[in-house]
Nanobody, 120 residues
C-alpha cells in the first residue's frame, strides 16, 4: 500500500540546479528518517542525504554544501534541492523511508528511482 514516487529528474547542464521530489502515499505508522540515495552505472548505491524524524540532516561529503534535503511537516514528501551540479552527480536517484510499524518493527520503503543526467 505504501508508495514512494520520485519526480523532477531529467537532463541538466553542469552548474545548473534541479529539484527532486518524492511523494509518499499509504499508511506509515511512524517515519524515522527520509533519505535520498543514488546509484551510478557500475557503482554501489550510496546515501546522498537524510533527514531524521527530529529534522536533523546528514549529507555525503561529495554533495555537502550543494544539496539540501527537506520534507513537509506531515512527512508526506521529501525533496532534494541540488545546486551546482556536476557530471559526477549523474545517477539514478532513489527516495527511501525508514519507518516503524505499529508493532515497533522496522519497515523500509523505496521509490522506483528517477534519472538525473548532468552534461558537461
Amino acid at each position: 500500500q505504501v508508495q514512494l514516487v520520485e519526480s523532477g529528474g531529467g537532463l541538466v547542464q553542469a552548474g545548473g540546479s534541479m529539484r527532486l521530489s518524492c511523494a509518499v502515499s499509504g499508511d506509515i505508522f511512524r517515519v524515522n528518517a527520509m533519505e535520498w540515495y543514488r546509484q551510478a552505472p557500475g557503482e554501489e548505491r550510496e546515501m546522498v542525504a537524510s533527514i531524521t524524524r527530529g529534522g536533523g540532516t546528514n549529507y555525503a561529503t561529495s554533495v555537502k554544501g550543494r544539496f539540501t534535503i527537506s520534507r513537509d511537516s506531515a512527512r508526506n514528501s521529501v525533496s532534494l534541492q541540488m545546486n551546482s551540479l556536476k557530471p559526477e552527480d549523474t545517477a539514478a536517484y532513489y527516495c527511501h523511508v525508514n519507518s516503524q510499524s505499529s508493532d515497533g518493527g522496522p519497515l523500509l520503503y523505496w521509490g522506483q528511482g528517477t534519472q538525473v543526467t548532468v552534461s558537461s
